[in-house]
């Protein structure tokens, strides 16, 4: 069992900028491939940007692509999301996932295995 524990949400302005991460509380940290995905007010959830295992692939929604920079550092078995140029549209509860493979990270929610509790950004205009 992997536990998640998300951090750095908050309230900024739009045209800020904020940094989450995620602390994952496992051995196995660079086995799994890892997700951020966010879910706006009345809305289903949405993939935003995943990594994969080693970090040297990264992918992106194209809403944030070019404003959002996902990153991990296995040593530390911490996964970041970087985000810049905020939108009003950005705010969400914001997920941090794990995704048990190798491979390509898949974008679903539903694929991921392990998922943490969130943490709120709220941009306002």
């Known amino acids: 069992h992997v536990q998640l524990v998300e951090s750095g949400g908050g309230l900024v302005q739009a045209g800020g900028s904020l940094r989450l991460s995620c602390a994952a509380s496992t051995r196995t940290f660079s086995s799994y491939a890892m997700g951020w995905f966010r879910q706006p007010p009345g809305k289903g959830r949405e993939f935003v940007a995943a990594?994969?295992?080693?970090?040297?692939?990264?992918y992106y929604a194209d809403s944030v692509k070019g404003r959002f920079t996902i990153a991990r550092d296995n040593a530390r078995n911490t996964v970041f999301l970087q985000m810049n140029s905020l939108k009003p549209d950005d705010t969400a509860l914001y997920y941090c996932?794990?995704?048990?493979?190798?491979?390509?990270?898949?974008?679903?929610?539903?694929?991921?295995?392990?998922w943490g509790q969130g943490t709120q950004v709220t941009v306002s205009s």
């Open positions: 996932a794990a995704d048990a493979t190798y491979g390509v990270p898949r974008r679903s929610p539903i694929e991921y295995d392990y």
């Open positions: 990594i994969t295992w080693s970090g040297v692939n990264t």
